[in-house]
């Protein structure tokens, strides 16, 4: 398994990935602002192991993190901004999201000197909690009352970069 940044090149299969594990999804154009505006923040995961059979196939994405710094921070601190997360449940429990996470949160502290990185996550999602609180150590910032599109709730969390800056 690889874990590198991601291309434009690449942006059609984390689309796909992402709509296959969230029903958070976005345009391409969004993937590509991201990719052309922060290019160090976001990273996938790539299955190596699959042969290259053709010049035509293309390496299978099996993770990814789309990243981004915050524009205009309502606090006034530079900070980054995790704007979606999701590894193929193939790959799950193997490491790679926190692998993901940690590279990007580090690109955001190096390369835009962020003192902090946020997030938002469902109530119910038990999986990404237990990575951002026990595995990573994000703390709940909030609850923002139904923040997705089907009435769910949402902690906020964030989690400080100091000691990487
Ligand atoms: N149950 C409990 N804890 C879990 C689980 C789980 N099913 N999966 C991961 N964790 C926690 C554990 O603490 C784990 O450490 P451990 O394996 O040493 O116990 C830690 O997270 C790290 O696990 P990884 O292997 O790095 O996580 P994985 O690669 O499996 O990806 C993810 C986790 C991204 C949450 C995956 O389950 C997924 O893609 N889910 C669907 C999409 C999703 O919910 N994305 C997050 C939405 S929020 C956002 O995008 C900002």
């Not at 969004?30 to 390496?59: C, E, G, N």
């Not at 429990?93 to 997030?119: P, W």
Request: overall charge neutral.
């Amino acid at each position: 398994m690889d874990i590198r940044l991601m291309k434009p090149s690449d942006i059609p299969h984390v689309q796909q990935a992402n709509i296959t594990n969230l029903p958070e999804n976005y345009f391409c154009k969004y993937y590509l602002y991201h990719a052309m505006a922060w290019p160090q923040l976001s990273y996938v995961a790539v299955d190596t192991s699959r042969p290259q059979k053709t010049p035509y196939d293309y390496p299978k994405i099996v993770g990814y993190v789309l990243a981004k710094m915050e524009e205009d921070p309502s606090d006034g601190i530079t900070h980054g901004h995790i704007t979606s997360l999701s590894v193929m449940r193939t790959h799950r429990r193997l490491g790679l999201a926190e692998k993901l996470m940690r590279q990007s949160q580090r690109a955001m502290a190096e390369s835009y000197g962020a003192h902090y990185v946020s997030l938002h996550v469902r109530v119910s999602n038990i999986a990404a909690l237990h990575l951002y609180r026990d595995t990573l150590g994000f703390t709940n910032d909030k609850i923002e009352s139904k923040y997705y599109a089907d009435g769910e709730d949402a902690y906020s969390m964030r989690m400080d970069l100091s000691d990487i800056r």
